[in-house]
């Protein structure tokens, strides 16, 4: 069946450091992806999405390309934020109303 | 602000009380759904609704009842609950297209007692 797999973390990092959070997908077709960030005490918010192979998305200094060879959708960031702690999401949408969550990547930022 | 208003935030509830959480959508969008947040699970599909009509059930007790009156409010009916149904659970909207993203509530926490 369809699935998404990326790390659970913790991963923390210091303010500046470079961000790189892998995301893999098991899908039928070519479906839409999407990063979602879950601040906390909050809901999911889009991050930043793709809709076709070598589309980049991009959003708030977060790139991720959608890389059809490899069934990937890596996200990246040059240089992240203590703003920046919170967990995300990979998210394939694999029908009309379907999209594929797992259980999300802890980010810490230390200043 | 998301166009996604859930209430209430936070509800504590008994094994036997019967309570409701609401969510309303004011982006114009046909589809809402109901999902759940539990600590170290996959977020979890819970209900879809399309245009009034229910298109996804995902195996879920009947405990938890689903409402959605108009495109605009969604409802989850609780009753009977037990400790494990603990969790945040999120209300979404979309416009349904082929990559059409969802828009999220910020969560009702829910506690059973």
């Known amino acids: 069946g369809d699935s998404v797999t990326q790390m659970e973390g913790p991963v923390t990092l210091s303010e500046e450091a470079f961000l790189t959070i892998n995301c893999t997908y098991t899908?039928?077709?070519?479906?839409?992806l999407f990063w979602y960030v879950q601040y906390p005490g909050e809901g999911l918010q889009l991050l930043l999405k793709?809709?076709?192979?070598?589309d980049k998305g991009s959003n708030k200094g977060f790139e991720a390309t959608y890389r059809k060879e490899t069934t990937s959708f890596h996200l990246e960031k040059g240089s992240v934020q203590v703003s920046d702690s919170a967990v995300y999401f990979c998210?394939?949408?694999?029908?009309?109303?379907?999209?594929?969550f797992g259980t999300g990547t802890r980010l810490k930022v230390l200043a | 602000e998301t166009g996604v208003t859930q209430t209430p935030r936070h509800l504590v509830m008994g094994m036997t009380n019967k309570k409701s959480l609401k969510c309303e959508q004011h982006?114009?969008?046909?589809?809402m759904y109901w999902y759940k947040q539990s600590a170290k699970k996959p977020l979890e599909l819970m209900f879809v609704?399309?245009?009034?009509?229910?298109?996804e059930n995902n195996s879920v007790p009947s405990r938890f009842s689903p409402e959605c009156p108009n495109s605009s409010h969604l409802f989850l009916h609780l009753h009977t609950l037990q400790p494990e149904d603990s969790a945040l659970y999120l209300c979404?909207?979309?416009?349904?297209?082929?990559?059409?993203?969802?828009?999220f509530g910020e969560g009702s926490r829910l506690t059973v007692l």
């Open positions: 609704y399309n245009f009034k009509e229910q298109t």
């Open positions: 793709a809709t076709k192979a070598d």
């Open positions: 979404a909207s979309s416009q349904v297209t082929s990559s059409g993203e969802l828009f």
């Open positions: 899908a039928t077709g070519y479906p839409s």
């Open positions: 998210a394939p949408q694999t029908g009309t109303y379907k999209y594929i």
């Open positions: 982006l114009g969008h046909n589809a």
